[in-house]
């Protein structure tokens, strides 16, 4: 049978004597006596003794923080834009834009775009985790405030995604905005990796910490919202019978020669008669060099609830407009005339004769 012993080093003993009083007996010296009551011993151990951080997060997450924190940056970066210039990416095959969206009331916050805030909530995750992960936080926070802080940001962006789903769904329904749901997923994918690390001691407190950050949460946007007007009515529910539009720039020798030549080389645009986008894109060629495109309009007999895709769109898998097929490549959105002459190969001894014929 093995003993086990602590090392003497690693121990600490405190004595305490008390001289007792003589005895009657003077034939023996003075007797001193140990007084077991302030007899301790005290042993350390290879265990911290700072006990548990009020949330722990395993180190090996932090990367996946970073990871997910700079892809919201840049998500709610490019939301933020289409925001403040009030542009949009692309029509979408059901009718409502990411513009819908941005420009009704629920796109603010007590007057702040909420674009932005999202920008400022994922630049904050990502800077925390990078910071715990390297353990240098600024202004001599400790790693347990930290940490709390990371959890406090991550279930505040998650109960604020959770309202505006809400809100998507039933103020703003018919609108569709991938954006917004990239950004409502990063959300939840951040706090669902704070949580997983929670250990069951923690549990009541976090829940604790959850419920009131919600509240909060709802309650300010709940305040924020209450003038807000819904949109009128959803795109899902208006008829358009189909219409043609009418092109009124002018064609450059430039925008004609690229016109002939993409569609000699079979390269097709895909469209809807009612997307602003594809009457915009067809301005840039001009009315004389719009008529040479292969152009296929997905919804040639109108759009209303309920009306399929055109089959030529639906095979190659449109999901919004307008939509350049060029050499087996898919370009989604307006495309600059630069562009596409170098996506379909558009020599510059052809764009050289075009310029020279201006």
Not at 44 to 57: K, L, R
Not at 170 to 193: H, P, W
Not at 336 to 349: C, I, N, P, Q, Y
């Amino acid at each position: 049978m093995m003993a086990r012993f602590i090392p003497v080093s690693s121990c600490q003993f405190r004595f305490s004597f008390r001289e007792l009083p003589p005895s009657s007996s003077t034939l023996y010296p003075r007797r001193f006596e140990v007084s077991r009551r302030r007899f301790s011993i005290k042993c350390s151990s290879s265990e911290s003794d700072d006990g548990v951080d009020s949330v722990s997060i395993n180190s090996s997450t932090y990367s996946w923080f970073t990871g997910l924190g700079g892809i919201g940056m840049l998500d709610t970066a490019y939301l933020t834009y289409l925001k403040l210039t009030g542009s949009d990416a692309f029509c979408p095959v059901g009718g409502g834009t990411c513009g819908d969206v941005l420009n009704s009331d629920y796109a603010l916050v007590f007057g702040v775009p909420l674009p932005m805030i999202g920008f400022v909530m994922y630049g904050l995750v990502t800077a925390l985790s990078t910071q715990l992960e390297e353990g240098n936080l600024p202004f001599g926070v400790s790693k347990s405030n930290g940490r709390f802080a990371l959890f406090a940001a991550t279930t505040t962006m998650a109960s604020a995604s959770a309202y505006f789903l809400y809100i998507l769904n039933t103020k703003l329904s018919g609108s569709s905005c991938m954006y917004c749901l990239v950004s409502a997923f990063l959300s939840f994918s951040l706090f669902f990796l704070a949580l997983k690390d929670v250990k069951m001691q923690e549990i009541q407190q976090v829940v604790g910490l959850q419920i009131c950050l919600a509240l909060i949460v709802v309650a300010s946007l709940t305040a924020s919202y209450s003038t807000a007007q819904p949109i009128p009515s959803s795109s899902g529910d208006i008829e358009l019978p189909y219409y043609s539009t009418e092109i009124t720039t002018s064609s450059s020798p430039y925008a004609t020669a690229l016109a002939k030549h993409l569609n000699s080389i079979g390269a097709k645009m895909y469209g809807a008669f009612w997307c602003s986008h594809c009457l915009e894109q067809k301005e840039m060629f001009g009315r004389e060099a719009a008529k040479l495109l292969n152009y296929v309009e997905c919804f040639p007999e109108g759009y209303k609830k309920g009306t399929k895709i055109f089959k030529a769109c639906s095979d190659v898998g449109i999901e919004g407009f307008p939509t350049w097929m060029i050499n087996g490549q898919v370009l989604s959105g307006e495309v600059e005339l630069a562009e596409l002459a170098e996506m379909s190969g558009f020599s510059l001894e052809q764009a050289t004769e075009a310029k020279q014929l201006q």
